[in-house]
C-alpha cells in the first residue's frame, strides 16, 4: 500500500469523538484501567470509560451511550460482543488534537505491557496494526497488509541502529530480544516517509465532512442513516448578525494598476510604455483633449514670447504632521515602543509619535499603502506590510525609522498579517493572496525559513506565534476553518485545523494573542475563546457585539469590541475594570488595543481612524484629546485654508466638517451633519464656512440621506453651527468656492452644472453654468469676482460671466485675467503638470499656486504651481509649468491627492487623501536646489578631461548592436528563433522540386555567388552541429581607463581587478595569474567599485538597458552573485558602495537628468531615485558614515541629506541637494572626491 495519500474521510457516526483534547484522552486511559479487568472490553465497560467524556461533550449520559453504542458497532467487525480496548483507546488519540508526537507517545505506551519504556518488534507491529486496523474501521479505508507494516516495525530498528535479532548492549532488556525506546520510535515515526503519511491521513479530521466528503443532511434532529442517533457537531455553528459583524472592510485591498506599479516601484520607463499602449488603444486616432485647444488661446501676453523657466523650484516641501491613522480596516496596528512613543501606520508612512515632545517622526519606505504592522518584543524594531501586486515587507528601527531589512517578492496583493516570535528572531507573514500564504523569515538576514498555504477562506484577521518554539503559529480570520494552527512535527511543519469542541460554536474568529501556555481569541459574537493546542478549553462572553482586539502584555489582557469597550483581565482571565469609550470620536468601535510597559495606560485605536491614550486606573483621556484623528467612511473630500488665521477645515463621506489649528497641530472643532459633505470654502472674511452635501459618485449609495444630497449649508466658523441651508441639485455638489469679494457663492454639481448664489441677498440664486455635458469638479473665480471657469470629467474648460451665469466664448479676451486660484486642471499655467502626470498613466487629482516673490501674479511668469496625482505623488515645478521641466517630487499619501490648500502667507500646504482619509501638513519653504541658476563662467576650459565628456546620447547604441548582444547573451533564445526561422524556410520551399535543402540566407549576396565550393563541402555547408574544439579566455592584455577613472582595486586578498573592455579582470599579484569575469559581454564596463571591506564588487556597463552586476571579489570567474536591472538608461557611468558595511549602493546614469538610485545590496530593491542636473557627474560617494551622498562634475558639488522625511520616489530616504558650485573658483571641475 506504500505512503497513503490526501485526507480520510470520517464516518458521520464517530464525529463526536474526532479531536478530543488531550486532558480527555488521559481521562479515559485511567478510566479504562479502572474499569477493564482485560484487554477485551464489553458495550457496557466502554460506556463506563467514556463516562468521563460527558461534561467535554456537554451531553447527557444517555444520549452519550447511544453513540458508544454506535462506535462499539463501528469496531466491534467480528460482532463477537467484545473489542480491543487497547485498539479503541489508540485509534480515538490518533483522530484526537494532541501533536503528533503525544499521539505517539500515548499509542506506544498502551503496548508497552511491561511499563519498561521500550518496545519490541512484535510490540511495534501490533501497535502499527491495531491502531492502523481500528482508524480504517472509522474511516472505511483499507488497512496496511501486516507484512507492509512489519517491514515499517523492521525499519525502525534500523534507524536507531539497533539489531532487532541480537542483545543490545547499549539498552538493558530483561528479555533476550532486542527492544527500542519509545522516545527512539517518536523520532523515527516522524522521520519515516510512510509512517509520517499515515499520521498525516488520519490527523485533524474534518468535523464538517461526512463519509462522502459532503456537508451531512439533518432530518427531523437525527442522522438520515438507521442508527437513528440524534445530530451532534463537534460544536454549534453561530451565523453572526448585523450587530456583531465589523470586519466587512478588513483585507479588501484593491491593487493598483500595472502601470501603477511601474510608477511606484521606480519603472517609469515601463510605465510610459503601458500607458502608452493603453492611450493608442482608447485613443486610436490620437485626438487632442478638449481642454487642450481652448488653453491654446490662453497662453498671456506678457509670456507670449518669453523663455520658459524650466529650472528647479527654489523651494521646498517638508512634512510637519500627519493627521490620520488607519484604523478603519485593520486591526491591532497601534503599539507602544520601549521607550514609550506611540507607532501606527497611516497611507504610506510609519509614524512614531512622541506624547511628551507632541512630535512625529516618520518611516518613509513603502511604495503602497501600509495595511498590517508588528513590534518586536524589544519594543526598538517595528515591522510593516504593504498592499500591492508583489508587496513588500520592511523591519525598520523606531529611533531612527531606517529600514533594517526590506523583504520583496514572497507575497501578492497584500500582506495582511504580521507578527514576531518571542525572541524577535522570527517574523511570519501572510499575504491577501487565494491560499492565504505563510512566509516565516529570519528577518535579519531575509531568509525564507518556512512557507505555506493556509488555505482559510476569506480574509486573515490575526496571527500570532503561540509557542517559544520558532515555527509553531496560529492563524484566523473570518472563513472556514476560522483558525488553524501550525507546529513543528519531526522535520516537518503541520497545519491543523481548530479543534472548536463542544465548548465553543464555530464561528469568524477575529484576533488572536497569546498568554502564557494558551492562546486568545475574539469572535464575533464577542466571546473570547481560550485554547490549549489546538482545542478550545474555554468560552465565556466578553463584549456584546464583535469582540475585535486583544492584547497581552506585562501587567495583563486587554480586550476591545465593537460595543465602544475596552475590559482589563488578569493572565488567569479574571475580569478587571471595563472601560466605555462611546463617548469619544465619531465611530467609537475598537480596533485595536495596547497597555503601556509600565501597565499605567492604554493605548486604543478606533475604527473612526482615531487613537485615545487612557489611563489604566480609571480610563481618563491622558491626552485630553485624540492623539491623532481624521475622516472615516468613503473618503475625505475637501481641504480649505482660513484665510486669515492658521487654521484649515476638511470635509468628508463621514458626514463631518473639522476644523484644525495649523500651529498646534491639533483639531479645533468638530460637527456633525445630515449627510456626506463633499466640497467646503471659505467666505473671505473668514467668519463662514460653505459646504456642499454628497461625496463624489455616492449618489444612489444604499443608506444615503437622498434628500440632502445636491443640497449645501453655510456654517458659522466659530461653532460650526448651521446659518443657512438650501438645495437647488440633485446629484452631489463636490466643489464650491467664494468670489473674492465675497458676494458671489459658487458649486459644482455631478449634474454638469455650476450654481451660483448672490451672499447678499441670502443666498438667492443667481443662475446655472451649463455647457458641461459631464460632471464638473473645479472651478475657480477671477481676482476681480468677474469671471468664473470651471473644467469636468469630459476634458472641457468653460468660462462664464461670474454676475450673470452667461457663457463666455470668446477666449482670448480672457488670457490676461488674473485668477485668484488655480485649482482648475486644464489651465494654462497648469498644462505642463497635467501632461507630465499622465505621461505614466497617473491623473491629476489636485493642484494649487504660490505666487512665490512675484506680486504681480504668476501670470506675468514666477511663483509655482503644486499639484497632486492619482498615485499619491505631490510636484513642485515652477509656474507656468512644461511637461519637460524639472519638478521635485513628494510621496506620503496613498491613493489620490484629492485636495490641496495653500495658507494664506503661503508656508503651509494642506494636502488630503481621498482613500488614506488623512490629512498631511506640509512646511513650504525656501530651498537652494537651482542648479541650473548656477554661475556659468565662461573661462576657457582646459582639455585634460575632454575624453571624459562623452555624456546621455553619446553612450547610444546602434539598434543591430543591441540586438546582437541580446542575442549573445540570450543564446536559447536565439536558438529557438533559428529553428522557427528555418521551419519557416522548409515550408516555403515544400513542394519545390529543384531545391533539397535550406536556402542560406546570404545565398544571393555577391561574394556568394562569385565563390566556386568544392562538391566535398557542400554537403557540409548545412550541417548544424557545433564544432567539437573549444576556444578558452587565458590572459588579457589591456586596461579600460579612457572614458572613466577609479576603476582599478585590490582585493581583500591582495589581488588586483579591473575592467578590459566587457571583461572583469582578477590578477593574483604574486603569481601573475588572471582569472575573468564575462557576465558583460557584449557591453562595455563602464564604472566599477568595491566594497569597504573589499570582499564585494559591483560593475556596470553601456546598454540601451544597462546592468549593474555585484560580485563576490575572491572569484569572478564563478560569475556575478546578484545582477541589478533599471532603473537608468544608456549606461551607468558612476558606482560606490556606502562606508559602513556595504549594504547599500549609489549609481548614476548617463541620460539626460543623470538619474540617481540607491539600492539594497541584499535584495537588490531600490532604495531611492531621482533626477539630479542635466550636467554630467564626475564622481559619487558616500559621506557622514553613509547618511550623505556627495555627487561632482562640471562647476558644480551635490550634497544629499539622508533623513526620515518623506521623499520623492518613497524611500526611506529624503534628500535635500544643494549647489556649492559658487564656492569653487578653480576652471576645472571638481574630479576626485573621498568620503
Given at each position: 500500500?506504500?505512503?497513503?495519500?490526501?485526507?480520510?474521510?470520517?464516518?458521520?457516526?464517530?464525529?463526536?469523538?474526532?479531536?478530543?483534547?488531550?486532558?480527555?484522552?488521559?481521562?479515559?486511559?485511567?478510566?479504562?484501567?479502572?474499569?477493564?479487568?482485560?484487554?477485551?472490553?464489553?458495550?457496557?465497560?466502554?460506556?463506563?470509560?467514556?463516562?468521563?467524556?460527558?461534561?467535554?461533550?456537554?451531553?447527557?449520559?444517555?444520549?452519550?451511550?447511544?453513540?458508544?453504542?454506535?462506535?462499539?458497532?463501528?469496531?466491534?467487525?467480528?460482532?463477537?460482543?467484545?473489542?480491543?480496548?487497547?485498539?479503541?483507546?489508540?485509534?480515538?488519540?490518533?483522530?484526537?488534537?494532541?501533536?503528533?508526537?503525544?499521539?505517539?507517545?500515548?499509542?506506544?505506551?498502551?503496548?508497552?505491557?511491561?511499563?519498561?519504556?521500550?518496545?519490541?518488534?512484535?510490540?511495534?507491529?501490533?501497535?502499527?496494526?491495531?491502531?492502523?486496523?481500528?482508524?480504517?474501521?472509522?474511516?472505511?479505508?483499507?488497512?496496511?497488509?501486516?507484512?507492509?507494516?512489519?517491514?515499517?516495525?523492521?525499519?525502525?530498528?534500523?534507524?536507531?541502529?539497533?539489531?532487532?535479532?541480537?542483545?543490545?548492549?547499549?539498552?538493558?532488556?530483561?528479555?533476550?530480544?532486542?527492544?527500542?525506546?519509545?522516545?527512539?520510535?517518536?523520532?523515527?515515526?516522524?522521520?519515516?516517509?510512510?509512517?509520517?503519511?499515515?499520521?498525516?491521513?488520519?490527523?485533524?479530521?474534518?468535523?464538517?465532512?461526512?463519509?462522502?466528503?459532503?456537508?451531512?443532511?439533518?432530518?427531523?434532529?437525527?442522522?438520515?442513516?438507521?442508527?437513528?442517533?440524534?445530530?451532534?457537531?463537534?460544536?454549534?455553528?453561530?451565523?453572526?448578525?448585523?450587530?456583531?459583524?465589523?470586519?466587512?472592510q478588513d483585507g479588501c485591498y484593491p491593487s493598483p494598476t500595472t502601470a501603477a506599479f511601474a510608477a511606484l516601484e521606480g519603472s517609469p520607463e515601463l510605465a510610459a510604455h503601458l500607458t502608452e499602449v493603453s492611450a493608442k488603444f482608447q485613443n486610436p486616432h490620437g485626438d487632442p483633449e478638449p481642454w487642450v485647444k481652448s488653453v491654446a488661446s490662453l497662453t498671456p501676453t506678457a509670456l507670449a514670447n518669453a523663455t520658459a523657466n524650466q529650472s528647479f523650484p527654489d523651494a521646498s516641501l517638508t512634512l510637519e504632521w500627519v493627521h490620520g491613522y488607519r484604523g478603519e480596516d485593520c486591526r491591532g496596528n497601534v503599539r507602544y515602543t520601549l521607550t514609550g512613543e506611540i507607532v501606527y501606520p497611516v497611507a504610506k508612512l510609519g509614524i512614531i509619535y512622541s506624547p511628551l515632545e507632541h512630535r512625529q517622526r516618520y518611516m518613509t519606505g513603502h511604495t503602497n499603502e501600509i495595511v498590517s504592522l508588528g513590534v518586536a518584543p524589544d519594543g526598538d524594531t517595528v515591522a510593516t506590510g504593504e498592499a500591492g501586486a508583489r508587496p513588500n515587507l520592511i523591519c525598520w528601527d523606531v529611533t531612527s525609522c531606517k529600514p533594517l531589512s526590506i523583504i520583496a517578492g514572497l507575497h501578492a496583493i497584500?500582506?495582511?498579517?504580521?507578527?514576531?516570535?518571542?525572541?524577535?528572531?522570527?517574523?511570519?507573514?501572510?499575504?491577501?493572496?487565494?491560499?492565504?500564504?505563510?512566509?516565516?523569515?529570519?528577518?535579519?538576514?531575509?531568509?525564507?525559513?518556512?512557507?505555506?498555504?493556509?488555505?482559510?477562506?476569506?480574509?486573515?484577521?490575526?496571527?500570532?506565534?503561540?509557542?517559544?518554539?520558532?515555527?509553531?503559529?496560529?492563524?484566523?480570520?473570518?472563513?472556514?476553518?476560522?483558525?488553524?494552527?501550525?507546529?513543528?512535527?519531526?522535520?516537518?511543519?503541520?497545519?491543523?485545523?481548530?479543534?472548536?469542541?463542544?465548548?465553543?460554536?464555530?464561528?469568524?474568529?477575529?484576533?488572536?494573542?497569546?498568554?502564557?501556555?494558551?492562546?486568545?481569541?475574539?469572535?464575533?459574537?464577542?466571546?473570547?475563546?481560550?485554547?490549549?493546542?489546538?482545542?478550545?478549553?474555554?468560552?465565556?462572553?466578553?463584549?456584546?457585539?464583535?469582540?475585535?482586539?486583544?492584547?497581552?502584555?506585562?501587567?495583563?489582557?486587554?480586550?476591545?469590541?465593537?460595543?465602544?469597550?475596552?475590559?482589563?483581565?488578569?493572565?488567569?482571565?479574571?475580569?478587571?475594570?471595563?472601560?466605555?469609550?462611546?463617548?469619544?470620536?465619531?465611530?467609537?468601535?475598537?480596533?485595536?488595543?495596547?497597555?503601556?510597559?509600565?501597565?499605567?495606560?492604554?493605548?486604543?485605536?478606533?475604527?473612526?481612524?482615531?487613537?485615545?491614550?487612557?489611563?489604566?486606573?480609571?480610563?481618563?483621556?491622558?491626552?485630553?484629546?485624540?492623539?491623532?484623528?481624521?475622516?472615516?467612511?468613503?473618503?475625505?473630500?475637501?481641504?480649505?485654508?482660513?484665510?486669515?488665521?492658521?487654521?484649515?477645515?476638511?470635509?468628508?463621506?463621514?458626514?463631518?466638517?473639522?476644523?484644525?489649528?495649523?500651529?498646534?497641530?491639533?483639531?479645533?472643532?468638530?460637527?456633525?451633519?445630515?449627510?456626506?459633505?463633499?466640497?467646503?470654502?471659505?467666505?473671505?472674511?473668514?467668519?463662514?464656512?460653505?459646504?456642499?452635501?454628497?461625496?463624489?459618485?455616492?449618489?444612489?449609495?444604499?443608506?444615503?440621506?437622498?434628500?440632502?444630497?445636491?443640497?449645501?449649508?453655510?456654517?458659522?466658523?466659530?461653532?460650526?453651527?448651521?446659518?443657512?441651508?438650501?438645495?437647488?441639485?440633485?446629484?452631489?455638489?463636490?466643489?464650491?468656492?467664494?468670489?473674492?469679494?465675497?458676494?458671489?457663492?459658487?458649486?459644482?454639481?455631478?449634474?454638469?452644472?455650476?450654481?451660483?448664489?448672490?451672499?447678499?441677498?441670502?443666498?438667492?440664486?443667481?443662475?446655472?453654468?451649463?455647457?458641461?455635458?459631464?460632471?464638473?469638479?473645479?472651478?475657480?473665480?477671477?481676482?476681480?469676482?468677474?469671471?468664473?471657469?470651471?473644467?469636468?470629467?469630459?476634458?472641457?474648460?468653460?468660462?462664464?460671466?461670474?454676475?450673470?451665469?452667461?457663457?463666455?466664448?470668446?477666449?482670448?479676451?480672457?488670457?490676461?485675467?488674473?485668477?485668484?486660484?488655480?485649482?482648475?486642471?486644464?489651465?494654462?499655467?497648469?498644462?505642463?503638470?497635467?501632461?507630465?502626470?499622465?505621461?505614466?498613466?497617473?491623473?491629476?487629482?489636485?493642484?494649487?499656486?504660490?505666487?512665490?516673490?512675484?506680486?504681480?501674479?504668476?501670470?506675468?511668469?514666477?511663483?509655482?504651481?503644486?499639484?497632486?496625482?492619482?498615485?499619491?505623488?505631490?510636484?513642485?515645478?515652477?509656474?507656468?509649468?512644461?511637461?519637460?521641466?524639472?519638478?521635485?517630487?513628494?510621496?506620503?499619501?496613498?491613493?489620490?491627492?484629492?485636495?490641496?490648500?495653500?495658507?494664506?502667507?503661503?508656508?503651509?500646504?494642506?494636502?488630503?487623501?481621498?482613500?488614506?482619509?488623512?490629512?498631511?501638513?506640509?512646511?513650504?519653504?525656501?530651498?537652494?536646489?537651482?542648479?541650473?541658476?548656477?554661475?556659468?563662467?565662461?573661462?576657457?576650459?582646459?582639455?585634460?578631461?575632454?575624453?571624459?565628456?562623452?555624456?546621455?546620447?553619446?553612450?547610444?547604441?546602434?539598434?543591430?548592436?543591441?540586438?546582437?548582444?541580446?542575442?549573445?547573451?540570450?543564446?536559447?533564445?536565439?536558438?529557438?528563433?533559428?529553428?522557427?526561422?528555418?521551419?519557416?524556410?522548409?515550408?516555403?520551399?515544400?513542394?519545390?522540386?529543384?531545391?533539397?535543402?535550406?536556402?542560406?540566407?546570404?545565398?544571393?549576396?555577391?561574394?556568394?555567388?562569385?565563390?566556386?565550393?568544392?562538391?566535398?563541402?557542400?554537403?557540409?555547408?548545412?550541417?548544424?552541429?557545433?564544432?567539437?574544439?573549444?576556444?578558452?579566455?587565458?590572459?588579457?592584455?589591456?586596461?579600460?581607463?579612457?572614458?572613466?577613472?577609479?576603476?582599478?582595486?585590490?582585493?581583500?586578498?591582495?589581488?588586483?581587478?579591473?575592467?578590459?573592455?566587457?571583461?572583469?579582470?582578477?590578477?593574483?599579484?604574486?603569481?601573475?595569474?588572471?582569472?575573468?569575469?564575462?557576465?558583460?559581454?557584449?557591453?562595455?564596463?563602464?564604472?566599477?567599485?568595491?566594497?569597504?571591506?573589499?570582499?564585494?564588487?559591483?560593475?556596470?556597463?553601456?546598454?540601451?538597458?544597462?546592468?549593474?552586476?555585484?560580485?563576490?571579489?575572491?572569484?569572478?570567474?564563478?560569475?556575478?552573485?546578484?545582477?541589478?536591472?533599471?532603473?537608468?538608461?544608456?549606461?551607468?557611468?558612476?558606482?560606490?558602495?556606502?562606508?559602513?558595511?556595504?549594504?547599500?549602493?549609489?549609481?548614476?546614469?548617463?541620460?539626460?537628468?543623470?538619474?540617481?538610485?540607491?539600492?539594497?545590496?541584499?535584495?537588490?530593491?531600490?532604495?531611492?531615485?531621482?533626477?539630479?542636473?542635466?550636467?554630467?557627474?564626475?564622481?559619487?560617494?558616500?559621506?557622514?558614515?553613509?547618511?550623505?551622498?556627495?555627487?561632482?562634475?562640471?562647476?558644480?558639488?551635490?550634497?544629499?541629506?539622508?533623513?526620515?522625511?518623506?521623499?520623492?520616489?518613497?524611500?526611506?530616504?529624503?534628500?535635500?541637494?544643494?549647489?556649492?558650485?559658487?564656492?569653487?573658483?578653480?576652471?576645472?571641475?571638481?574630479?576626485?572626491?573621498?568620503?
Open positions: 500500500m506504500g505512503q497513503m495519500v490526501g485526507k480520510a474521510k470520517w464516518d458521520p457516526r464517530a464525529r463526536i469523538f474526532m479531536n478530543l483534547p488531550p486532558g480527555a484522552i488521559n481521562a479515559l486511559w485511567e478510566s479504562f484501567n479502572d474499569v477493564a479487568d482485560g484487554f477485551g472490553i464489553s458495550l457496557c465497560e466502554m460506556q463506563l470509560i467514556c463516562q468521563e467524556l460527558t461534561t467535554e461533550l456537554e451531553i447527557s449520559r444517555s444520549a452519550l451511550n447511544k453513540h458508544v453504542q454506535t462506535l462499539f458497532n463501528q469496531i466491534d467487525s467480528d460482532e463477537n460482543a467484545l473489542v480491543d480496548g487497547i485498539e479503541f483507546l489508540s485509534t480515538l488519540a490518533m483522530a484526537s488534537g494532541m501533536s503528533f508526537r503525544d499521539k505517539l507517545e500515548f499509542a506506544f505506551t498502551c503496548f508497552d505491557f511491561d511499563g519498561a519504556g521500550q518496545l519490541s518488534v512484535d510490540e511495534i507491529t501490533l501497535a502499527f496494526r491495531c491502531t492502523l486496523m481500528g482508524l480504517s474501521k472509522l474511516t472505511g479505508e483499507t488497512c496496511p497488509c501486516e507484512d507492509e507494516v512489519e517491514l515499517v516495525a523492521m525499519r525502525a530498528f534500523s534507524f536507531a541502529k539497533i539489531d532487532p535479532n541480537k542483545n543490545s548492549p547499549s539498552i538493558k532488556s530483561s528479555v533476550q530480544e532486542a527492544k527500542l525506546r519509545t522516545l527512539d520510535l517518536v523520532a523515527f515515526c516522524l522521520f519515516d516517509p510512510v509512517a509520517v503519511s499515515w499520521l498525516e491521513f488520519f490527523d485533524d479530521p474534518d468535523p464538517m465532512s461526512s463519509h462522502s466528503g459532503e456537508l451531512e443532511r439533518r432530518i427531523d434532529g437525527k442522522f438520515s442513516d438507521d442508527t437513528k442517533l440524534p445530530i451532534l457537531l463537534e460544536s454549534l455553528d453561530y451565523t453572526p448578525t448585523l450587530q456583531d459583524i465589523d470586519y466587512f497584500a500582506i495582511t498579517q504580521i507578527a514576531f516570535s518571542q525572541s524577535g528572531e522570527r517574523l511570519a507573514s501572510i499575504g491577501g493572496d487565494v491560499g492565504r500564504t505563510l512566509v516565516i523569515y529570519n528577518w535579519r538576514v531575509g531568509l525564507r525559513m518556512f512557507s505555506a498555504r493556509s488555505n482559510i477562506l476569506g480574509s486573515i484577521l490575526g496571527m500570532s506565534f503561540v509557542d517559544d518554539g520558532p515555527d509553531s503559529i496560529a492563524a484566523c480570520g473570518i472563513g472556514e476553518p476560522f483558525a488553524c494552527f501550525w507546529r513543528r512535527e519531526g522535520v516537518n511543519i503541520i497545519r491543523r485545523r481548530a479543534a472548536f469542541g463542544r465548548r465553543a460554536r464555530r464561528q469568524p474568529t477575529l484576533c488572536l494573542a497569546r498568554c502564557g501556555d494558551v492562546v486568545l481569541s475574539g469572535q464575533a459574537s464577542g466571546h473570547l475563546y481560550v485554547w490549549h493546542g489546538r482545542n478550545c478549553v474555554q468560552a465565556f462572553q466578553a463584549h456584546r457585539g464583535s469582540l475585535n482586539a486583544v492584547y497581552v502584555g506585562k501587567y495583563g489582557v486587554l480586550t476591545g469590541g465593537k460595543d465602544g469597550k475596552v475590559r482589563q483581565w488578569s493572565h488567569t482571565l479574571n475580569p478587571g475594570a471595563s472601560f466605555d469609550l462611546s463617548e469619544l470620536g465619531m465611530h467609537p468601535t475598537i480596533r485595536s488595543v495596547c497597555l503601556s510597559n509600565d501597565g499605567t495606560r492604554l493605548l486604543v485605536g478606533t475604527g473612526g481612524n482615531e487613537i485615545y491614550e487612557l489611563s489604566a486606573v480609571d480610563g481618563s483621556d491622558a491626552l485630553g484629546g485624540p492623539v491623532t484623528t481624521s475622516h472615516f467612511g468613503r473618503a475625505m473630500c475637501s481641504v480649505a485654508c482660513h484665510p486669515l488665521k492658521p487654521e484649515f477645515a476638511s470635509c468628508g463621506g463621514d458626514c463631518t466638517v473639522r476644523t484644525w489649528d495649523i500651529v498646534t497641530k491639533c483639531p479645533v472643532r468638530t460637527a456633525k451633519l445630515a449627510a456626506p459633505v463633499g466640497c467646503i470654502a471659505y467666505h473671505p472674511n473668514g467668519d463662514l464656512l460653505a459646504s456642499g452635501f454628497g461625496c463624489p459618485s455616492t449618489a444612489n449609495e444604499a443608506g444615503m440621506p437622498q434628500s440632502k444630497i445636491g443640497g449645501f449649508c453655510v456654517l458659522n466658523d466659530s461653532d460650526l453651527s448651521v446659518a443657512f441651508e438650501a438645495k437647488d441639485s440633485t446629484l452631489p455638489l463636490v466643489a464650491s468656492q467664494f468670489s473674492p469679494d465675497g458676494e458671489i457663492l459658487a458649486f459644482a454639481s455631478e449634474d454638469s452644472s455650476v450654481y451660483l448664489y448672490a451672499c447678499g441677498e441670502e443666498y438667492e440664486s443667481i443662475g446655472q453654468c451649463r455647457r458641461h455635458s459631464s460632471p464638473v469638479r473645479y472651478i475657480d473665480f477671477s481676482s476681480d469676482s468677474r469671471w468664473l471657469r470651471s473644467c469636468c470629467d469630459g476634458g472641457h474648460l468653460h468660462f462664464f460671466n461670474a454676475n450673470s451665469a452667461q457663457y463666455q466664448s470668446n477666449l482670448s479676451a480672457l488670457k490676461d485675467i488674473r485668477w485668484a486660484s488655480e485649482t482648475c486642471l486644464y489651465g494654462y499655467g497648469v498644462a505642463g503638470s497635467y501632461i507630465a502626470a499622465k505621461q505614466d498613466g497617473a491623473i491629476l487629482t489636485a493642484c494649487a499656486r504660490a505666487q512665490g516673490d512675484n506680486p504681480e501674479g504668476p501670470e506675468t511668469g514666477g511663483g509655482f504651481i503644486l499639484v497632486g496625482d492619482s498615485y499619491g505623488r505631490i510636484r513642485l515645478t515652477r509656474f507656468p509649468s512644461r511637461h519637460d521641466a524639472a519638478f521635485l517630487e513628494w510621496r506620503g499619501h496613498a491613493g489620490s491627492v484629492v485636495a490641496m490648500s495653500l495658507d494664506s502667507d503661503e508656508t503651509h500646504l494642506l494636502t488630503g487623501g481621498r482613500d488614506d482619509r488623512c490629512v498631511m501638513q506640509w512646511a513650504l519653504g525656501e530651498d537652494e536646489r537651482g542648479l541650473e541658476d548656477a554661475d556659468d563662467r565662461d573661462e576657457d576650459e582646459v582639455e585634460d578631461y575632454a575624453p571624459e565628456l562623452r555624456d546621455c546620447g553619446d553612450f547610444q547604441r546602434h539598434e543591430d548592436v543591441e540586438t546582437a548582444v541580446d542575442l549573445i547573451n540570450e543564446r536559447p533564445l536565439a536558438a529557438e528563433l533559428r529553428m522557427c526561422n528555418e521551419v519557416e524556410q522548409t515550408l516555403e520551399l515544400a513542394g519545390n522540386a529543384e531545391s533539397n535543402s535550406l536556402i542560406p540566407p546570404y545565398s544571393h549576396d555577391p561574394w556568394f555567388l562569385g565563390i566556386s565550393m568544392p562538391p566535398s563541402q557542400q554537403s557540409e555547408l548545412h550541417m548544424g552541429a557545433a564544432p567539437t574544439d573549444a576556444v578558452i579566455l587565458s590572459r588579457v592584455f589591456g586596461y579600460s581607463c579612457e572614458a572613466s577613472r577609479n576603476n582599478a582595486k585590490y582585493t581583500a586578498c591582495g589581488a588586483v581587478v579591473y575592467p578590459a573592455g566587457a571583461t572583469v579582470v582578477r590578477v593574483d599579484v604574486g603569481s601573475g595569474g588572471q582569472s575573468f569575469g564575462t557576465f558583460h559581454a557584449g557591453s562595455e564596463i563602464c564604472a566599477l567599485a568595491i566594497s569597504k571591506d573589499r570582499l564585494m564588487l559591483a560593475t556596470s556597463d553601456i546598454s540601451a538597458e544597462p546592468k549593474i552586476a555585484l560580485w563576490v571579489a575572491l572569484n569572478v570567474a564563478e560569475g556575478p552573485s546578484r545582477v541589478i536591472r533599471g532603473p537608468h538608461l544608456n549606461a551607468i557611468t558612476l558606482l560606490a558602495f556606502d562606508d559602513d558595511k556595504g549594504k547599500t549602493l549609489v549609481s548614476l546614469g548617463a541620460d539626460d537628468r543623470h538619474m540617481v538610485a540607491v539600492h539594497d545590496v541584499t535584495s537588490g530593491y531600490l532604495l531611492f531615485m531621482s533626477s539630479t542636473t542635466c550636467r554630467k557627474p564626475f564622481d559619487v560617494a558616500f559621506g557622514n558614515f553613509g547618511s550623505e551622498i556627495v555627487i561632482v562634475g562640471i562647476k558644480y558639488v551635490l550634497f544629499f541629506y539622508i533623513s526620515c522625511q518623506p521623499c520623492r520616489h518613497e524611500t526611506c530616504f529624503c534628500i535635500f541637494w544643494k549647489d556649492w558650485s559658487t564656492r569653487y573658483d578653480s576652471k576645472l571641475p571638481q574630479l576626485r572626491i573621498s568620503s
